[in-house]
């Protein structure tokens, strides 16, 4: 893949979706793409996260350690999803692990990559904290939905 289609994978993206493209060429030309094989994790549940991912090929399967210590499937994610968004803001441990479906690949995004972004471009920091702050709202709201189920 090229420095454009990197770009344009981020954009993609919803929390990069507003971005101007050459502000996103920065991470773009910072980030490491990572391929990961069949079967191969690309992170594992627990791990200190210093990144998140952009998938950009291939299909990746999320699961966690329930409750009863078993596996659970979460999901699988395609290209355009952005895993481990808040690792680029503060640090955190994954709460997933992403193993890949088929051949993979994903674009490393550095948290120290991505802060150096946010001052560089303060305007790009508004609009980030704009659509965290919309995530964690929407995260509260579907919480708050389930409440009646256990209480």
Excluded: W
Excluded at 25 to 49: D, H, N, W, Y
Excluded at 83 to 104: D, F, G, P, Y
Excluded at 114 to 141: C, G, K, S
């Amino acid at each position: 893949m090229s420095l454009n289609d990197d770009i344009a994978l981020l954009s993609s993206v919803p929390l990069f979706a507003d971005i101007d493209q050459e502000k996103l060429r920065l991470i773009a030309f910072g980030a490491e793409r990572r391929r990961v094989s069949a079967g191969q994790e690309l992170f594992r549940e627990g791990a200190p996260a210093d990144c998140a991912y952009a998938v950009s090929q291939g299909r990746f399967r999320l699961t966690r350690i329930g409750v009863d210590g078993r596996l659970e499937t979460v999901g699988s994610v395609e290209r355009g999803t952005l895993l481990s968004e808040l690792a680029m803001i503060s640090l955190v441990a994954r709460k997933l692990t992403a193993t890949a479906e088929e051949e993979s690949e994903a674009l490393r995004i550095p948290r120290a990559l991505f802060h150096r972004m946010l001052e560089e471009y303060p305007d790009v920091a508004v609009l980030v904290e704009t659509r965290l702050r919309n995530n964690l709202q929407a995260m509260i709201a579907d919480a708050a939905s389930l409440a009646p189920r256990f209480g």
